[in-house]
C-alpha cells in the first residue's frame, strides 16, 4: 500500500549504494528516530518522480513510500550521487548517446530540489563543483595565508624539465581535475606520484592535459583536517616503523595509523576561512608540516572520513547529524561566500 509521508520535516541523502561512509550517518538517524530518505541516484531509473508547476510539488516514490520534498524536506546531504547505468551491467546499457542524455535528464531534476525554499545542504552541489578547482584551492589557500608548495600546472614539457631541474631532479605530479580513469573492465584512481626522470616522457604525453607539478616535500608529516562548520577533526597520518610516508600516504598498504592531534590553532581558523569561502559546510583539508611550517595541499568537499570515525572514535557523523537536523546554516549564519 502506498502512502504518502508528512509532518515531521526529513533529510534527504543523496548518495550511491557502494558509499559506506553513509551507513555511519544513517545508523546514527534511526538511533535518533529522525526521518530521513536515502537515494542512491543511480537507482533513480527504478523510481518514479514528479515535479508540478504552479502549485509545486516535488515527488519521489521509492519502496511505496511517496515523499514530497516540496513540504516535507528540511536538509540535503549531498554525498557522491551516483549516475543512471553506471552499475548496469555493460550488455544491458543503451548506447552512450542514450546514456549520456539520460544523465543529463537526471541531473536537472536533481538540480531541481535547489529551488525547495528553506533548505540546508552539505554541501551545495554548485558550490561543490567551484571548489573542486584546484587551482582556485591554491590560490585561495595562498590569499587567506597558509603556505602552499611552488606549484607548476603544465602541458608544456620544456616547463615541466625547467621545473624539475629547478627543484633537483625530484617533483610530484598530481590530476588537475578528477583523479579517476573509468573504463568498462575497471576503473583507475590517480594518486600522487614522485617524478625523478622525464627524459622518457615524450612531449607528446605532456602535451596531452596540463598537469599539477610541485616541489617535493622532504621530512614531511601528513595530516587530515575534516570541518563540519567550525567543528575541527586533525589526525596525524604516520607509519609504525616511524619512517616517514615519502609518498602519497593513500597507497601506503601496511603500518600506517592515524593519531588524533592538534594544529595551531591559527592553521585551524585558516583552514576554516578555506571551507567557508567556498560556501561549504563540509570540507576534507590534506595538509603537510615540515620544522614546524603548515603547508596547504588541497580540499575534498566530499572526502572520506568513515575510516576516521572508526579508527579514531572520532564523532563526524554526530556532528553532521546535528547539522542536518538543525540547519547548516548555523555553520557560520547565514552568510556564505564564493571567493
Not at 538511533?31 to 541516484?41: A, D, M, V, Y
Not at 528540511?74 to 552499475?87: A, D, L, Q, T
Amino acid at each position: 500500500m502506498i502512502s504518502m509521508i508528512s509532518g515531521k520535516k526529513m533529510i534527504l541523502i543523496l548518495s550511491n549504494k557502494y558509499d559506506v561512509t553513509v551507513d555511519f550517518v544513517i545508523r546514527l538517524l534511526r538511533r535518533k528516530k529522525i526521518k530521513f530518505l536515502r537515494i542512491n541516484t543511480e537507482d533513480f531509473l527504478n523510481m518514479n518522480v514528479s515535479l508540478t508547476l504552479p502549485e509545486f510539488s516535488y515527488t519521489i516514490e521509492k519502496n511505496g513510500r511517496i515523499c514530497n520534498l516540496a513540504k516535507e524536506l528540511r536538509s540535503v546531504w549531498f554525498r557522491r550521487p551516483g549516475k543512471p547505468f553506471e552499475f548496469t551491467p555493460i550488455d544491458r546499457r543503451p548506447n552512450a548517446a542514450v546514456i549520456t542524455f539520460v544523465e543529463n535528464q537526471w541531473h536537472s531534476f536533481i538540480e531541481g530540489i535547489k529551488h525547495i525554499d528553506h533548505v540546508n545542504w552539505i554541501n551545495d552541489p554548485d558550490n561543490v563543483h567551484i571548489a573542486e578547482n584546484k587551482i582556485l584551492q591554491l590560490k585561495l589557500a595562498r590569499h587567506i595565508g597558509l603556505k602552499i608548495p611552488e606549484t607548476c600546472i603544465t602541458n608544456d614539457k620544456s616547463h615541466v624539465s625547467a621545473f624539475f631541474n629547478k627543484f633537483g631532479g625530484k617533483i610530484i605530479a598530481k590530476a588537475l581535475s578528477c583523479p579517476l580513469i573509468e573504463s568498462e573492465d575497471k576503473d583507475h584512481f590517480i594518486f600522487t606520484s614522485i617524478i625523478d626522470e622525464i627524459e622518457d616522457v615524450s612531449e607528446h604525453e605532456f602535451g596531452l592535459a596540463p598537469t599539477i607539478f610541485q616541489e617535493y616535500l622532504t621530512g614531511k608529516i601528513d595530516y587530515r583536517l575534516t570541518i563540519i562548520g567550525e567543528h575541527c577533526y586533525s589526525v596525524k597520518v604516520v607509519r609504525e616503523s616511524d619512517k616517514g610516508i615519502s609518498k602519497d600516504w593513500r597507497i601506503v598498504k601496511e603500518g600506517l595509523k592515524f593519531q588524533v592531534c592538534e594544529l595551531p590553532n591559527d592553521i585551524e581558523a585558516k583552514c576554516v576561512k578555506i571551507v567557508r569561502e567556498l560556501g561549504l559546510v563540509f570540507g576534507a583539508i590534506d595538509l603537510v608540516e615540515i620544522d614546524g611550517e603548515f603547508y596547504f595541499l588541497e580540499i575534498n568537499p566530499n572526502g572520506e572520513w568513515g575510516w576516521l570515525q572508526k579508527e579514531c572514535d572520532l564523532p563526524i557523523a554526530e556532528t553532521l547529524v546535528d547539522y542536518l537536523s538543525n540547519g547548516a546554516s548555523k555553520a557560520y549564519g547565514d552568510e556564505k561566500k564564493i571567493y
